[in-house]
């Protein structure tokens, strides 16, 4: 008898250690998708919609786009935004991220002029995802700044952070009192690096030495004067949540060598830390070595001031603390080294002021995007570090995705792969303790990947860019999100039984 119950415990013991336990994401837990303005509304100059950069540079220097295209029509979201909720119910989506126009709001880009129409839009919009309980998450600027304020220099002129601030106002004043969520802006690296100091976003400026660090520093000014905006004004009554959405990968060491972690942290300083040090940490103001390696190197080149700016103590004081949580786009990761595969740039320049090496194993696969790789425990890497950095602050991965070549290929599974290893990510993220509170999907549907144009697929669901109705279809990755949204965890084995989309009761 003995015996029986002895070798009986012993199965019952195996069997539990056979089976992995099941992790499962809270019930609070807001799953979405993301989308922007540019890349799904098209109507670009519908309804009293005025010029964005991105309509300038797609009409004015198509051959900067990979397949000269534009996004004058897209997926033409601003006549399906029904079909865009539908497909949302589908999915089983809480949350939508999406962003907001700001030439369809203000189509001179001040606030003198409000377009009724746009304004009508947006309405419409919020209130069919709200008739079926979708949250929405609203991106006030992704990357498509009415033309008229770039032709006043953009994000390189001062004056920036009240002109956005007078647009932040309008947007408060008309959405607030059904959003709940702000995002203030997509990516600051982005549109500073990329925009101002490259010519891989629009304006194309290439003005890497002077341009990022200028724009750098009047965006996050841009955001605190949006923050304490909302703050004051607008919170009291609307009671929603103001945050920043900062494009954060991981930048690891490529050796345990001292010299390597530090190259890594000027990397994660320059990459990202200029735009979440000034909101986050506890000093404020720009990231400290990358301050002083920037300040030695424009002695060095003769300039009588350091290329990037500082704060006032009293600007530094306005940007501290001026978010309610961090939105994380994380998409990949990168090895740096002090002295290995370092890439000469321009001097000066950014990257010369970082001055340091990067590596990808070539055993990590790569997406349709060269620069996308899947690595391994990317997001939990980047959420860990910033939960210890910045004093355990409410994260909400707002971007994570993986592209797919043109077309319309409906078997995406690379992308299942990348989308159920970062969602393990996730959960070893949660595991860890990281106040992480939700997970934004790039993207819900196939749109105009910038300069890569159509060459790139983000979307769970297909668009047939051909057809004038701009038909939807659903791959296969968006059975597999919905049944992980439905179940709140990840069943690897799981295979859709047809390809047929139904709504679920209570969507
Ligand atoms: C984001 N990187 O851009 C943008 O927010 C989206 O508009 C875009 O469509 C999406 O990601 C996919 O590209 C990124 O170099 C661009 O790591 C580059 C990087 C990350 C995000």
Known sequence: MKLLVILSLLVVACHGLSVK????????????????????????????????IWDYLTH?????????????????????????????????????????????????????????????????????????????????????????????????????ADWYEDYAR?????????????????????????????????????????????????LVLAHANAYHAYNNDFKPTQGGVCGITVSINWFGPLTDSAEDEFAAEIARQAEWGLYTEPIFSTEGG????????????????????????????????????????????????????????????????????????????????????????????????????LHKKYNSPVIYITENGWSIGPGRDLIDDDRITYYRAALESVLDTLDAGVNLKGYMAWSLMDNFEWLEGYTARFGLYAVDFEDPARTRTPRKSAFVYKHIIKNRYIDHEYEPETMTMTIDEGN
């Open 21 to 52: 336990q099941q992790r499962s994401f809270p019930s609070d837990f807001l799953f979405g998708c993301a989308t922007a303005s540019y890349q799904v509304e098209g109507a670009w100059n519908e309804d009293g919609k005025g010029e964005s």
């Open 60 to 160: 004015n220097n198509p051959g900067a786009v990979q397949d000269q295209s534009n996004a004058d029509i897209t997926a033409d979201s601003y006549h399906n935004y029904k079909r865009d909720v539908e497909m949302m119910r589908e999915l089983g989506l809480d949350a939508y991220r999406f962003s907001l126009s700001w030439s369809r709001i203000l189509p001179t880009g001040f606030a003198n002029e409000v377009n009724p129409k746009g304004i009508e839009y947006y309405n419409n919009f919020i209130d069919e995802m709200l008739k079926y309980g979708i949250t929405p998450m609203v991106t006030l600027y992704h990357w498509d700044l009415p033309q008229k304020l770039q032709e006043l220099g953009g994000l390189a002129n001062p004056l920036f």
């Open 170 to 218: 309008v947007v408060f004043e008309n959405f607030g009192d059904r959003v709940k969520h702000w995002i203030t802006f997509n990516e600051p690296r982005e549109i500073c690096y990329e925009g101002y100091g490259f010519d891989n976003k629009a304006p194309l400026l290439n003005s890497s030495a002077v341009g990022t660090y200028l724009c750098a520093k009047h």
């Open 286 to 385: 720009f990231p400290k070595e990358f301050s002083e390696r920037v300040a030695e190197k424009s002695a060095q080149q003769g300039y009588l001031w350091s290329r990037l700016p500082a704060f006032t103590e009293e600007e530094k004081a306005r940007a501290l603390g001026a978010s309610d949580f961090l939105g994380v786009n994380h998409y990949t990761s990168r090895l740096i080294s002090a002295t290995e595969y370092k890439s000469t740039g321009a001097v000066p320049s950014l990257v010369d002021d970082e001055d340091i090496g990067i590596y990808v194993p070539e055993d990590w696969p790569v997406a349709q995007s060269p620069w996308l790789v899947m690595a391994p425990d990317s997001i939990y890497n980047a959420l860990t570090h």
